[in-house]
């Protein structure tokens, strides 16, 4: 159970071709990762969109959960999802 902000190719395309990763947070500097250009090229920031998949390579629940929320909230979200994993994700 993870946010699509969390998969590598979950993207928002905004009517301006901003790219989001995350549709809590669709107008911060943060949550823009990148543009279409006029003749449909794509630009990433790759430092933003790293902060965005982090989860991948931490393994940290918090951040795959939801990245923008772990980082609102230093990592210690309480959500349903949390309850799940630490109740039957565990091994």
């Known amino acids: ?3 699509t902000a969390t998969y590598p190719f ?4 905004k009517p301006d071709g901003k790219i989001a990763k995350c549709s ?3 107008y911060s500097d943060r949550g823009i990762v ?3 250009d006029d003749n449909g090229n794509l630009y990433i920031d790759k ?3 790293s902060w965005w998949t982090r989860g991948l390579r931490s393994r ?4 795959l959960l939801c990245p923008y ?3 609102r909230n230093n990592e210690n979200i309480i959500s349903l999802g949390m309850v799940i ?7």
């Open 34 to 36: 990148g543009y279409l």
């Open 60 to 63: 940290n629940p918090a951040e």
């Open 24 to 26: 809590q947070d669709l």
């Open 69 to 71: 929320e772990a980082a």
């Open 1 to 3: 159970m993870c946010s």
């Open 10 to 13: 979950g993207f928002i395309i």
């Open 47 to 49: 430092e933003k969109f």
């Open 85 to 91: 994993y630490e109740k039957y994700g565990k091994d």
